[in-house]
């Protein structure tokens, strides 16, 4: 198998690629798979295990990523799977034979000095993974290590769950005569998973609500003429959005959660709102998400608002779904979604 080393933007990563013919991996894409010896568990699980820290109130913390954690002897029963952390300790026999066996000689002396403990490995053992490998006899020097650069282990992971859960959304076909709707009448469209049916529309007041059915997942498209500097605050995008919640029925906002912050949104720049909605006459609620940006080239305002009601399920990859789908929105003719 060949493999191609290119340093990176941080110099104390290796990224190895395959360009060999694989299998593709398997297994659930939201669970980081840890294989470590006991030493190194009880030194770097703190740092790792802050992998959790980032997901979404539904209403309770439900993390977008779970960490597994295993004994390296069970590499051979989880290599195929699609996000894999290897420990090796340099201090343990396995741990070298295993370094050894998977670095050039070059990173390995780099490693066993501990000057370059982290490695970057795309589709090592089987297309569609990420696979990190941790290399050193100074566990605290390794520990500083991935402190300073969990944040990219998170990116790479992510970056890997967006492309391929975008492939298993689409995989079984598009609905292509709503999108076509989408475009002729209002000049803008997106992709839209199969088993979406377009709910309501109101072309006066330009509004228009895709959904499909249990466990419920809405998607609505807002927009305005001209640039709405009000949807563009905080305040204004809290109020936007219980407006939108009359369209949904009795839907409103729960003051107590809400979060923004500002993002891309496509390839625009977007005022993101996310927290809990909750039904003003039922007893429903759920996590949601509300984009805010400007088109400059229609000159119009939009709002694109997201929300999953799952009681007593996971609900972070549904609605990330539903996120990942939104966000292939577009104001210009894509052949690629109406052809």
């Not at 300073?148 to 790479?156: C, E, S």
């Not at 003051?255 to 996310?274: D, H, I, Q």
Request: charged share 25%; hydrophobic share 40%; aromatic share 16%.
């Amino acid at each position: 198998m060949k493999r191609y080393l290119i340093w990176p933007v941080v110099l104390s990563f290796v990224v190895i690629t395959s360009c060999s013919m694989q299998k593709t991996a398997r297994g659930p894409l939201d669970i980081v798979y840890v294989l470590s010896d006991e030493e190194s568990q009880k030194v770097l699980k703190p740092v790792i295990d802050t992998l959790m820290a980032f997901g979404i109130r539904a209403p309770e913390f439900q993390p977008f990523y779970e960490v597994k954690w295993f004994p390296l002897t069970n590499l051979p029963g989880l290599k195929m799977y699609h996000n894999l952390i290897v420990i090796a300790n340099l201090n343990t026999e396995l741990g070298k034979a295993l370094a050894r066996r998977i670095l050039p000689g070059d990173r390995y002396k780099m490693a066993f000095e501990d000057s370059l403990n982290l490695f970057f490995v795309q589709d090592f053992w089987v297309s569609e993974q990420v696979f990190f490998l941790i290399v050193g006899r100074d566990l605290s020097k390794v520990k500083e290590s991935i402190l300073a650069n969990i944040g990219w282990i998170y990116k790479k992971i992510d970056e890997n769950f967006a492309t391929q859960e975008k492939k298993y959304i689409f995989k079984y076909g598009e609905q292509k005569n709503i999108s076509r709707h989408l475009w002729e009448k209002y000049h803008w469209t997106m992709r839209i998973q199969h088993d979406y049916v377009l709910l309501r529309e109101y072309p006066d007041r330009g509004f228009v609500w895709l959904g499909r059915g249990f466990p419920y997942r809405w998607v609505s498209v807002s927009w305005a003429k001209g640039f709405k500097p009000d949807w563009m605050t905080e305040s204004g995008l809290y109020e936007k959005r219980n407006e939108v919640g009359k369209f949904y029925r009795d839907i409103r906002t729960d003051k107590r959660f809400l979060g923004y912050y500002w993002t891309k949104f496509g390839k625009w720049k977007a005022l993101k709102m996310y927290g809990l909605w909750y039904h003003e006459k039922e007893t429903k609620g759920g996590p949601f998400i509300t984009y805010a940006f400007y088109d400059l080239s229609t000159d119009r305002t939009f709002v694109v608002d997201m929300l999953v009601f799952a009681p007593g399920e996971k609900v972070t990859i549904l609605l990330r779904q539903v996120e990942l789908m939104a966000k292939t929105l577009t104001t210009t003719y894509d052949p690629k979604i109406l052809d």
